[in-house]
T-cell receptor, first 114, second 113 residues
């Protein structure tokens, strides 16, 4: 089974802190994604990566950065956390295109910024 | 650009009721279509998919038929169970270019015993 593991299920941080969310996948997928999920807004793509050291902005990249130094690991960084970044963060990985473009998700990290 | 529109929730049904969650899409060409499900406290998982027009995807008693004439991919189940309580997302992978999926807003389903 494909496994996408997010390092924390729950995190509580203070405003202004630098926050790292880590994601690891074990299926050698080229593509990895970070989404945030908020009530009434569905899933919104923050960043994605289609190869090591490559990244593309998603729909809401402001206030975030990412790092992909190894194929299996994709990190989301909140440079200076703010209360409006309180959310559920979902990591996904996948490969292929069209009907083969199935993304596999981690369990999510619920981040609270106080 | 590509988009997906789902019926708004939340939806509350009694056990053994018939379920329909509507999904329509706008896209160039004839993309594949997916339904994902998110159970409480978990990430999303693929429920079913269809890769071409008139295909029917099915899994766990759920079905959805890809209708290109109505650009729809409605999710149905004949007899829901309490364990089906979850959030359901319709999704569309682009046929080319970036690999990101386009998701609908999600529909929260609650089944009461």
């Amino acid at each position: 089974d494909v496994k996408v593991t997010q390092s924390s299920r729950y995190l509580v941080k203070r405003t202004g802190e630098k926050v790292f969310l880590e994601c690891v996948q074990d299926m050698d997928h080229e593509n990895m994604f970070w989404y945030r999920q908020d009530p009434g807004l569905g899933l919104r793509l923050i960043y994605f990566s289609y190869d090591v050291k490559m990244k593309e902005k998603g729909d809401i990249p402001e206030g975030y950065s990412v790092s992909r130094e190894k194929k299996e690991r994709f990190s989301l960084i909140l440079e200076s956390a703010s209360t409006n970044q309180t959310s559920m963060y979902l990591c996904a990985s996948g490969s292929g295109a069209g009907g083969k473009n199935i993304q596999y998700f981690g369990a999510g990290t619920r981040l609270s910024v106080l | 650009g590509d988009s997906v529109t789902q019926m708004e929730g939340p939806v509350t049904l009694s056990e053994e009721a018939f379920l329909t969650i509507n999904c329509t899409y706008t896209a160039t060409g004839y993309p594949s279509l997916f339904w994902y499900v998110q159970y409480p406290g978990e990430g999303l998982q693929l429920l079913l998919k269809a890769t071409k027009a008139d295909d029917k995807g099915s899994n766990k008693g759920f079905e959805a038929t890809y209708r290109k004439e109505t650009t729809s991919f409605h999710l149905e189940k004949g007899s829901v169970q309490v364990s089906d309580s979850a959030v359901y997302f319709c999704a569309l992978p682009p046929m080319r270019g970036a690999q990101k999926l386009v998701f609908g807003q999600g529909t929260r389903l609650t089944i009461n015993p």
